[in-house]
């Protein structure tokens, strides 16, 4: 009888932990561990959310971690590997001394130099605690055979080696160290946005050659994505310098706040990493944020500008497009409705001299993501199908200009431009 | 708060959770201006983006291209097909960024919303010649065995109004929507969980086919009674990934 009741009580053991490693396959929700970050390797799990690692190393659809995304840069497509522990397809040969190399030196297991899509330039500033937890977790996921897809850089891109003079160049090797200047929520904030969160490879502007500085949020045109990702320093952009702490934490966390929603890329980001970080953490991001003085001004982007009659025919024009289509939501005073349709009046993420954003939006429109906090999103239509690029250009230009608003006229040809990037 | 709490008992739930929300927000933005704008917290307005194109009812729309009816349809092929939209298994790329990040329980609810819609069905098209409609109506209802092609009307059931939980009605569709899945289809562009049975059923179509079996269904009345048949009804022959 005893040995009936263990028998079934292993099977039953033996079941259940099969269920939670095929639903571990399964979803890409994290685990209840990963919040509290018990254990190295629920720590690691955590680490790994901040960083979004899964954004990147995970096609539609396909197995959590397993690579595989295209991404498309100006030099060529790059093809994410397969970070999970298999030990021919993935990282299952790496050791944590390999791992910390790759993560701190952006050196991989064989010697290459990996490119700088992947951005150890932000992850040389973790430390070597967490990257071991991080290691930890990696180790523990269940390995996927799925072998890497090869790069398709265009000569010279292609010759890693040459990623040697990109390296003396651009790549300051190095863990973060605190400024005894500031507090210690200050550091953890610089040490999550300059390390593991990587803001500044959306929000740091690249030069020629796919570089952005260490410590530069200050904004630019993500290459090929084409969505201009703000300043998070000038008052002229996002202005995080007059946010409220929790107002910037509820849109990390939830991808709403009463001064905005998230778009674009920025709502996967929330959807699969910030939603996941504590509040400690977010406040931490949003204290140091906030405290970064004004670095000069974002550069103006070089556009066609419509002239003065043109635009007060748009201005009229748009104000007629906007009663029909934008007003029922974003109300005609332009101040919408607090966490469910962003206000449009003082706006900085529609006002930005950049005007790329606010017309996508017009364009394609979009939901924010499902969040804890916000778990229905109310959306917003896509217009491209129902107004021309001459009618877009007039409205948003209405929207730029109207309550308070001085942003820049937009003209149709940047619409058109606008409509050549596929919404996915 | 306090005006939330005022109002809290003579609202229903989801507007008191809305006045909540509404009633915080303005208050961090423009402490001391007038109340903020209101909209129903309800489904059908966050339906509203998609209105835009499938219709207000979830009816269809036709523009330039053709935005295709939603309501009535099956709740389970509802909820397939914005998975795979979210997974990319279709690829439509406005849909998955639409969708990208939307939780599975929530696209369950839009997929339930429109399913218990039922706005009128459009006025059949007319113009195909006797012997396209002849083809088209022997496809439909019996398939064409030696080509290994099944009836339509086996899956879709007899009146044509879908089969429960999954598989959708196909009378009352514009048939340049029709067609278009049908060569999506053919190409690999729309895609189910495997095994396709409609990828495979599509494949072994001529274009002749295709045009022969739209003209039929898009020239047929839809029946009064709309809802599909009930679940379990017919033995499907093939094997279908998702319908079950």
């Known amino acids: 009888m005893k040995r009936t009741v263990l028998l079934a009580a292993i099977i039953l053991a033996v079941v259940v932990a099969a269920v939670l490693v095929l639903r571990r396959e399964e979803t890409v929700a994290p685990s209840p561990t990963a919040r509290s970050g018990a254990g190295e390797i629920g720590r690691g799990e955590y680490l790994a959310l901040i960083g979004d690692c899964l954004a990147c190393h995970t096609v539609r659809g396909g197995r959590p971690y397993a690579g595989g995304l295209p991404m498309p840069t100006p030099f060529g497509t790059l093809y994410t590997p397969n970070i999970t522990p298999d030990k021919e397809t993935g990282i299952g040969n790496y050791s944590a001394e390999d791992f910390r190399r790759a993560l701190h030196e952006g050196i991989a297991k064989d010697g290459s130099y990996l490119y ?309 | 708060m306090a005006i939330a709490s005022r109002m809290g008992a003579q609202c229903s739930r989801e507007a008191l959770a809305l006045v909540l929300v509404a009633s915080t927000g303005g208050a961090l933005s423009n402490a001391g201006a007038q109340e903020p704008a209101k909209v129903p917290n309800t489904i059908e307005q966050r339906m509203q983006a998609c209105a835009i194109c499938h219709g207000k009812q979830g009816e269809g729309i036709q523009k330039n291209e053709y935005y295709p009816r939603l309501a009535g349809k099956p709740a389970v092929y509802l909820y397939n097909q914005l998975l795979n939209f979210r997974e990319r298994r279709r690829d439509v790329p406005i849909m998955t960024y639409m969708v990208a990040y939307l939780s599975e329980p929530y696209l369950r609810e839009i997929a339930e919303y429109y399913t218990n819609l039922h706005p009128p069905f459009p006025v059949p098209a007319t113009g195909a010649s006797k012997a396209v409609l002849a083809r088209g109506e022997k496809l439909v209802t019996a398939g064409d065995p030696g080509r290994e092609i099944p009836a339509c009307a086996a899956c879709h059931g007899k009146a044509l109004t879908g089969l429960l939980p999954a598989i959708p009605g196909i009378v009352g569709l514009n048939r340049d929507y029709i067609a278009a899945q049908m060569g999506g289809w053919k190409i690999g562009q729309r895609n189910a969980e495997p095994p396709d049975c409609m990828a495979e059923v599509a494949k072994r179509l001529t274009p002749e086919d295709i045009f022969a079996v739209t003209a039929w269904l898009a020239a047929q009345p839809a029946s009064p009674d709309t809802s599909p048949a009930p679940a379990g009804s017919l033995q499907l022959p093939l094997k279908c990934g998702g319908v079950n």
């Open chain 1, 116 to 424: 700088p899509a992947f951005p150890f330039n932000n992850y040389t500033r973790v430390t070597r605690e967490d990257v071991d937890a991080m290691y930890a977790f990696f180790m523990a996921l269940p390995p996927v055979r799925q072998p890497n897809k090869p790069h398709e850089m265009r000569f010279p891109y292609n010759q890693r080696q040459l990623l040697v003079g990109w390296r003396a160049l651009y790549f300051n090797a190095g863990e973060y160290k605190a400024n005894p200047a500031q507090s210690a929520e200050w550091n953890r904030g610089a040490y999550l946005v300059e390390g593991l969160g990587h803001c500044n490879a959306c929000h740091g502007n690249r030069n020629m050659l796919g570089a952005v500085k260490d410590d530069d949020v200050g904004g630019g045109l993500i290459p090929v994505q084409n969505w201009y990702a703000p300043s998070l320093t000038s008052n002229r952009e996002t202005g995080l310098g007059d946010w409220e702490v929790k107002d910037i934490v509820d849109l990390l966390r939830t991808g709403v706040s009463p001064r905005g929603a998230v778009f674009g890329p920025m709502s996967a980001v929330v959807a699969h990493s910030l939603q996941n970080v504590t509040i400690g953490d977010l406040s931490a991001m949003a204290v140091y944020l906030k405290a970064q003085a004004e670095k000069g001004a974002p550069s103006e982007p070089l556009q066609v500008r419509p002239t003065e009659e043109q635009t007060s025919a748009m201005l009229k024009a748009g104000a007629a497009i906007y009663e029909k289509h934008c007003a029922d939501c974003h109300q005609p005073d332009g101040k919408g409705v607090p966490r469910v349709y962003p206000p449009l009046a003082n706006n900085r993420s529609i006002l930005m001299p950049h005007p790329i954003n606010p017309i996508r939006m017009v364009l394609i429109g979009g939901f924010p993501p499902s969040t804890e906090g916000n778990p229905r999103p109310f959306g917003m239509p896509p217009f491209a199908q129902d107004l021309s690029d001459q009618e877009i250009a007039s409205v948003v230009t209405y929207i730029r200009q109207s309550w308070g608003n001085s942003a820049p006229s937009v003209s149709p040809t940047e619409v058109r431009l606008g409509r050549g990037v596929p919404a996915d």
